[in-house]
């Protein structure tokens, strides 16, 4: 390792142009293709956190699930992603962004291969997770290349363009995955990352220059990384189970205990380890404390509400796969325009107003979702869904730049992995917390609801099967049923969902009004010039 800040491995040192010889010299670390490229493998990891979200009714459906099994597909890769994503971003500054950035392409496409061939909850769930520990590994080093590879005036239109990449495909997976889910099979959601990644490889291979940190970590601190994925398991399966077991529950409050001591004796370790997995001296920037509180809240308010909405439009609206993802269009269509623009305005006056505006008009988003009705039309839908995107556009660039701009170079897949983790944990919270709010909520009322609609009283066994298939906004109806009283049951199962959908949409309005706050906390990045000169343009 030379003293250079970083090191190509075609023989040329520094930030220049390679020395070998052919079209490479002319490829090899180019600065918009590395952009293009490393687009490509992002998009994988982005649309696979929400395209499974429109196919969940086809697999429940398909492998007989339950709500909890659902919750366990989304969870279980968003858990993989956030606790793996800042040991990933170490790897990256210790090996290189470029290796680092590769495997994990091959190993997502492979994966995601091997659940479409899995015909079983358990086989999901399990790829799932290698899903998300791959994902990981190329999150963190795109943002790393990114850094490293464009100067610091252009640094923020970069990162602008991959986030629009990001909300783009987070958006645009209920779309797509409607699409495959109603012309091909729910396998095809995840078949399809088999040639996208093929394609990320090819181009990685002949444009990825490798750059590494000077001061890269030497180790890894295992013992935090077995306490935090402990503590992050132990959270959100206490809001998981907490729906069956009962707030009240021993089991529930041993779980939240646990999860609050893992948190801490992570916190105490990182002070002790000589290369802690989290150096505890980059939240000494209250910015980028700010950035990652920021995209952990904005997560839990999107990826929470999110996860309601499909189930509202296919089973309660019934909707075909493919026209739930079209409804959402207005969403993905905000993001794909307010990225870049917001990247611009972030260049001129700073990150601080877009993103406390942008979650301002997430709160008022979310809260207009809570007012949504079984018979709600498709203009009013697309109205808070556009709202919604053009709040999400500033926050997902923003947050990026305050925190990757906030860190020193050296700790650049740090902070990739960091920033990455913050929305993985906080779409794995939103999940959780607003999946708890809403089972709580239809717990509450079923019961009630059923007997004042006069409906036949049902036995505890029947009312928690009920209850769970209310919870996606199924009617629990009897195969036999008569018509008049199927009518009845249906409504007064969505109504239930109606009235537990509402409360969640509050709670994640009430998340993003915290955030409004949050963002007046954030600046520009102290430390974006580090990566300037670095490539060429």
Not at 76 to 91: D, N
Not at 226 to 250: N, R, Y
Not at 257 to 286: D, H
Request: charged share 10%.
């Amino acid at each position: 390792m030379t003293s250079q800040t970083t090191i190509d491995k075609t023989g040329s040192g520094g930030g220049g142009a390679p020395s070998g010889p052919g079209p490479a010299a002319g490829l090899r670390g180019h600065p918009w293709l590395t952009l293009v490229t490393v687009a490509v493998g992002v998009m994988m990891v982005a649309l696979d956190g929400t395209i499974v979200a429109i196919a969940n009714p086809a697999i429940q459906d398909d492998l007989k699930a339950s709500f909890a099994d659902v919750q366990w597909i989304t969870n279980a890769y968003f858990l993989a992603l956030a606790v793996s994503l800042i040991t990933a971003g170490k790897l990256g500054d210790r090996f290189g962004h470029r290796q680092t950035f590769l495997i994990g392409v091959v190993g997502f496409a492979a994966a995601s291969g091997a659940i479409g061939l899995s015909d079983t909850i358990p086989l999901v769930v399990a790829f799932r997770v290698l899903q998300g520990l791959f994902g990981a590994l190329l999150m963190p080093a795109a943002l790393g290349l990114l850094r490293a590879t464009f100067p610091a005036e252009k640094l923020n239109m970069a990162i602008g363009i991959w986030g629009m990449v990001i909300g783009a495909s987070t958006a645009g997976g209920p779309i797509l995955g409607g699409v495959l889910v109603e012309h091909v099979s729910w396998q095809s959601v995840f078949f399809i990352n088999v040639p996208v990644g093929i394609l990320a490889v090819v181009l990685g291979v002949v444009i990825l220059l490798d750059h590494r940190a000077e001061n890269a970590p030497r180790s890894f601190d295992i013992l935090g990384i077995a306490l935090l994925s402990a503590a992050m398991f132990c959270l959100v399966w206490a809001l998981i189970k907490a729906p069956e077991w009962g707030w009240g529950d021993g089991k529930t409050w041993l779980f939240v205990v646990a999860s609050v001591a893992g948190f801490a004796l992570f916190a105490f370790w990182e002070t002790k380890v000589a290369e802690p997995l989290i150096p505890l001296a980059l939240f000494r920037s209250v910015p980028l404390s700010a950035g990652v509180v920021l995209m952990v809240l904005m997560a839990i308010a999107f990826m929470g509400g999110l996860f309601f909405v499909t189930f509202y439009l296919q089973n309660v609206h019934g909707m075909s796969p493919i026209d739930a993802g079209l409804h959402l269009l207005p969403l993905t269509g905000m993001m794909i325009v307010g990225s870049p623009l917001a990247g611009a305005m972030i260049t001129k006056v700073g990150p601080r107003i877009p993103l406390a505006g942008g979650m301002a008009c997430t709160a008022l988003a979310m809260y207009g979702m809570s007012t949504l009705e079984t018979d709600t039309g498709s203009g009013v839908m697309s109205l808070w869904f556009a709202l919604l995107g053009l709040g999400l556009a500033p926050v997902m660039v923003g947050a990026t730049e305050v925190i990757v701009g906030n860190a020193p170079m050296e700790l650049s897949g740090v902070a990739g992995g960091l920033q990455q983790a913050a929305m993985q944990i906080g779409g794995s919270l939103g999940t959780a917390v607003l999946g708890a709010v809403m089972a709580s909520k239809v717990d509450n009322d079923l019961e009630g609801n059923w007997a004042d609609a006069g409906l036949p009283q049902m036995t505890p066994d029947q009312l928690g099967q009920a209850s769970e298939a209310v919870q996606v906004g199924v009617a629990p109806v009897a195969e036999g049923t008569p018509e008049q009283l199927a009518t009845k049951i249906t409504d007064v199962a969505h109504d239930t969902f109606i009235s537990g959908m509402s409360l969640a949409s509050l709670v994640a309005a009430g998340v993003a009004a915290v955030a409004v706050l949050v963002a007046f906390l954030t600046k520009r990045g102290e430390n974006a010039e580090a990566g300037a000169g670095v490539g060429h343009i």
